[in-house]
């Protein structure tokens, strides 16, 4: 095999120090993987190697998300802001026709698909400057925190690109190779990703009806619920409530005991229907809302339940406005 990658033997020098030190699984042996395993030529990915970088700023980015040092009130504040409401509704007037063909199709709101590509790129406008190779390659070899995920999403990566004949040089995404409108991880593309317009490519960059129907798709697969709600905010009394009370998105309680923790809604369920308490904390105090299956579905998406709630209320304002028709 050629010498190649002569950047990443500089890298782990000069980071030899660091937790990045430990290659744990070296290129040649992810070459040597894909050229078996699925046929790939060795001279065009040992090329593509050569010309891929190592990102300290995707290291130093990864391990910082900044989502984790925000609590809701000040989370809200980012994502449901009267620009992006309204961006929504042109979006939606924009993409009208394919939306309720994807809302018939697939069973899923056209508020909830426009509001995910509102949270994920502001509709497209922020979907990521960092060429995907890159951010793949830097994590696949340099992050051993979670290396192998990431190596596993580079072989997605370069099986995409080579079945929707893209070249892998050119795709851009974030700094964790998630790509386009939608943000689609390499594996979530593959398996979810979809053809909407029938013009056999699967474009998630620039085609809306690609987009639309690959998230789309992406909540019906992960059981979404057609005409079903999502999350109602609750009252509670008491203190036996705390007991329920986690870190974790599934739901850890049957509709029969909401009583007996002390939650007070005026919706009814079935008694054996599972759901969950989430607190929401304001900047002098907290809400309290009770999660069906639909907003576990969202947390597919992203596992955070500031997300999935930004995406629920971003959802309702859009609505709001466009059932209203006017741009305040």
Known sequence: ????CIIN???LFLVSSTTYSKDIYSVGEFISHMQDAHGFDEEKLITLFDNATI??????AIQRPAEKKLVWHQY???FIKKKRIEEGLKFWKNNESTLRRAEEKFGVPAEIIVAIIGVETFYGRISGSYRVIDALNTLAFHYPKRAPFFRSELEHFLL???EQKFDPNNLKGSYAGAMG???FISSSYRHYAVDFDNDNVIDI???TDDVIGSVANYFSRHGWKSGKSIISKVTIEGERYEEILNNKLELNIKASDLKKYGIKTNLSFNSNERLKLFEYKLENSSEYWLAE???YVITRYNHSKLYAMAVYQLALEVKKLKDNNVIH
């Open 55 to 60: 990102s300290e700023s995707i290291l130093e």
């Open 293 to 295: 299956n639909n907003f």
């Open 205 to 207: 960059w620039n085609n």
């Open 9 to 11: 033997i500089i890298f």
């Open 160 to 162: 995409l690109t080579r």
């Open 76 to 78: 809200r504040k980012i």
């Open 181 to 183: 409108m939608p943000q």
């Open 1 to 4: 095999m050629k010498k190649f």
